[in-house]
């Protein structure tokens, strides 16, 4: 009896002492419903084109893959594809090697006219000279390696210019580089031959430093607004090969630019 007392009483208590409920939230209206659902479905039927999209794409790359399969060229992710930007180019699928063919023919042509027997310098003949018959390979191993390999054919020989090997994206000095190429000296030297505004450079230039053996770093600054290179060289010049066999002839050279 008095556990039926207690429990009548805690059943009272909860009824006139308990918190009120919250109200019910207002339904939305059917118009309200109408327009939610009908955005929905555009959605999805965005969403299903898309996917039929993607699906298609995906069989079209299958059917090439299998055709390619059949044709012993099964595109794995090292493969390489040849194509042509701006000259010969060989990429690896994953973007790892890449890989740059070129090379430059050059020749130096004159005929002179109305010359008499001899001159004050001697009989002026016609002339013909291969200035320049290069091929090079260059390209990036990576993402920090990168390399060219250039030689000249002009002289009957193989002559060496760019052959080197670098380091790229070192923290602070930029890159590093080994071998044998052009000094950091002189806008003019630094200018490739393909660009030049006449058939030469200009006089001056023969006091300055070309390929020589060595080491340099480089770099930018200020977005590419600045550059610096320093390094240390091998007088080369007498061997055109690349070598250099005499005690002392080495050189520190450095060069900065800015562009206001």
């Known amino acids: 009896m008095k556990r ?10 909860a009824v006139f002492f308990a918190p009120a409920g919250r109200a019910p939230a207002e339904e939305p209206a059917p118009a309200d419903l109408d327009a939610q659902v009908k955005a929905l479905q555009q959605t999805v039927a965005g969403l ?12 079209r790359n299958k059917a090439v893959a299998d055709v ?7 595109p794995e992710p090292n493969d390489l594809r040849l194509y042509w930007k701006d000259g010969i180019r060989m990429d690896s699928r994953d973007g790892q090697v890449k890989l740059k063919f070129g090379g430059r023919l050059q020749y130096d042509f004159d005929w002179i006219g109305n010359k008499p027997a001899e001159t004050r310098v001697g009989q002026l003949p016609d002339g013909f000279e291969t200035r320049r018959a290069r091929l090079y390979v260059s390209g990036d191993l990576g993402k920090n390696i990168g390399f060219k390999w250039e030689y000249d054919w002009s002289s009957g020989a193989a002559v060496a210019q760019d052959v080197y090997l670098e380091l790229k994206q070192l923290p602070v000095v930029g890159t590093f580089r080994v071998g044998h190429f052009e000094e950091p000296f002189s806008l003019d030297e630094q200018l490739s031959t393909n660009y030049l505004t006449f058939m030469e450079r200009a006089l001056p230039n023969v006091l300055v430093p070309a390929y020589n053996g060595g080491a340099m770093i480089y770099n930018t600054a200020l977005e590419e607004r600045m550059t610096w290179a320093a390094g240390i060289f091998r007088d080369t010049a007498a061997n055109d090969g690349g070598m250099g066999q005499r005690d002392g002839q080495y050189a520190f050279t450095t060069r900065i630019t800015g562009l206001p």
């Open 4 to 13: 039926t007392l207690g429990f009548v009483a805690v059943v009272v208590f």
């Open 68 to 74: 390619l399969k059949e044709m012993g060229m099964n």
């Open 48 to 59: 299903q084109t898309q996917i039929a999209d993607i699906q298609s794409q995906v069989e």
